[in-house]
């Protein structure tokens, strides 16, 4: 079946950087856009941005822009976020979700289980 | 603050209907679709309707969409208690600072 499989849960400190992975199965990881969203402890959705697994080409949200870094392997089904300069607000739920079109449609239809990332001195 | 506003919370006996409203402006939500999400508690969040009002492959016909203007309605008939969760609108916002993809704050559904 389709799932997306993240890595598991990190501390970090504030100024470090972080790696999620999200490991795709059950379809052609190359054919759907990767967006990465994430949800601080009782607060909302807020979406970071996608990649497009085929091209390795991304977009991200301007807030995110300069300390955001989406990149995949092909090799292994597997994308990547890598946020850096982390601070205490960045500490949330980080969720891999797979585009719901065969072209970009910013619907989500396939979601990992989330990884958390907590950022504590 | 989110870009789309609903209400914090609604509440509904089993069996009956609710309603979620969800409202925007022209730089989102009345010049794009919209699409609603249901986050059970402690899990990923489940698409629910897209294109303002068609449903994922699974997703039962309780679930129904519309939207007006800049505002937009997810409708839930026949509650039942697996239905208690949060629900989120989404949408495309046009405006540099908050866009491409903006979410609403959120609407804690309890069937009571």
């Known amino acids: 079946q389709v799932q997306l499989v993240q890595s598991g849960a990190e501390v970090k400190k504030p100024g470090a950087s972080v790696k999620v992975s999200c490991k795709a199965s059950?379809?052609?990881?190359?054919?759907?856009?990767m967006h990465w969203v994430r949800q601080a402890p009782g607060q909302g959705l807020e979406w970071m941005g996608w990649?497009?697994?085929?091209?390795?080409?991304?977009n991200y949200a301007q807030k995110f822009q300069g300390r955001v870094t989406m990149t995949r392997d092909t090799s292994i089904s597997t994308a990547y976020m890598e946020l850096s300069r982390l601070r205490s607000d960045d500490t949330a739920v980080y969720y891999c979700a797979r585009d719901l079109g065969k072209g970009l449609s910013y619907y989500m239809d396939v979601w990992g289980k989330g990884t958390t990332v907590t950022v504590s001195s | 603050q989110s870009v789309l506003t609903q209400p914090p919370s609604v509440s509904a006996a089993p069996g009956q209907k609710v309603t979620i409203s969800c409202s925007g402006s022209s730089s989102n939500i009345g010049n794009n679709y919209v699409s609603w999400y249901q986050q059970l508690p402690g899990t990923a969040p489940k698409l629910l309707i897209y294109?303002?009002?068609k449903r994922p492959s699974g997703i039962p016909d309780r679930f129904s969409g519309s939207k007006s203007g800049t505002s937009a309605t997810l409708g839930i008939t026949g509650l039942q208690t697996g239905d208690e969760a949060d629900y989120y609108c989404?949408?495309?916002?046009?405006?540099?600072?908050?866009?491409?993809?903006?979410f609403g704050g959120g609407t804690k559904l309890t069937v009571l």
């Open positions: 059950g379809y052609t990881f190359t054919g759907y856009y």
């Open positions: 294109d303002n009002n």
């Open positions: 989404g949408t495309w916002d046009s405006s540099l600072s908050a866009g491409p993809v903006v």
């Open positions: 990649i497009n697994p085929n091209s390795g080409g991304t």
